[in-house]
């Protein structure tokens, strides 16, 4: 590997370091419902994005409200001497994939079947800093 090559390498990797995400995999809800509420938090502050999970009547509220705690005990861990009312952290991104499809069968008329598919999500939230200067 070249220096410049490894140069930049090491500066992606430096920047990555700095971005705190939380992963949650094979949530068993469609991710279209749960598209619903991350549209909700998106570009929100931490507090204010807790509060609208909570008080949420979709079901896919309750798996997103945890993964954010995660996420904030991500940034916690890797920023011991940082308080989070000072840092002003905010839902910087919310990615919502597609996961594993179970595929059932359901008895039809006349013989046939018709498919069920019962899908889950993958969920990815990362989390931002605003600097706010005192």
């Given at each position: ?104 069968i359901s008895p039809a008329p006349q013989g046939r079947a018709h498919r069920i598919r019962k899908r889950s999500n993958h969920v990815t939230v990362i989390l931002g800093t605003k600097n706010v200067s005192k």
């Amino acid at each position: 590997m070249g220096v410049r090559k490894k140069e930049a390498a090491l500066a992606r990797k430096d920047a990555n370091k700095a971005i705190i995400s939380a992963k949650l995999r094979n949530v068993p809800t469609s991710p279209r419902k749960m598209r619903l509420v991350a549209d909700l938090v998106r570009g929100v502050d931490v507090d204010k994005a807790l509060n609208i999970l909570k008080f949420s009547t979709k079901e896919a509220s309750i798996n997103l409200e945890k993964l954010l705690l995660s996420a904030i005990a991500n940034w916690q861990a890797a920023n011991k001497d940082s308080n989070i009312e000072d840092a002003g952290l905010y839902v910087s991104k919310v990615f919502v994939d597609g996961g594993s499809m179970l595929k059932r069968i359901s008895p039809a008329p006349q013989g046939r079947a018709h498919r069920i598919r019962k899908r889950s999500n993958h969920v990815t939230v990362i989390l931002g800093t605003k600097n706010v200067s005192k």
